[in-house]
């Protein structure tokens, strides 16, 4: 992890998921973030998909240093998305958690 622990990546993506979260109360004109909040659930999802497909295409055209970046903007869009619904780090922490020494397997087969 470049010389960080895991608590240091974590503190990283709870840092970013409040700063987020406080763009919600800013100006859409003047903040990126707080645009995205203002037109809406449907328009995050759009953006969040876009970067998920460019994530791919990277990662199928094996070049690592967009990889990293279309992961950085993939996080980014994510950590809107769980803002706008709600969602907070620790939710999802706590989930994979609860699914940490599971199998993929034995894991879809417990939601039913």
């Known amino acids: 992890m470049s010389g960080k622990d895991d608590g240091d990546a974590i503190r990283i993506l709870e ?3 409040e700063v987020i979260s406080e ?22 999802a759009q953006k969040l998909g876009e970067e998920a497909v460019e994530t791919v295409i990277a990662a199928l055209a ?19 998305l769980w803002a706008d ?4 780090p620790g939710d999802v922490w706590a989930e994979l958690a609860r699914r940490e020494g599971l199998s993929g397997l034995e894991e879809k087969k417990s939601r039913g």
Do not use: C, M, Q
């Open 15 to 17: 840092r970013l998921y």
């Open 23 to 44: 763009r919600r109360k800013a100006d859409p004109d003047g903040s990126y973030t707080a645009k995205l909040f203002d037109k809406g659930t449907e328009k995050i």
């Open 62 to 80: 094996g070049k690592k240093k967009e990889i990293t970046g279309e992961s950085a903007d993939l996080l980014y869009h994510l950590f809107v």
């Open 85 to 88: 619904a709600g969602v907070k």
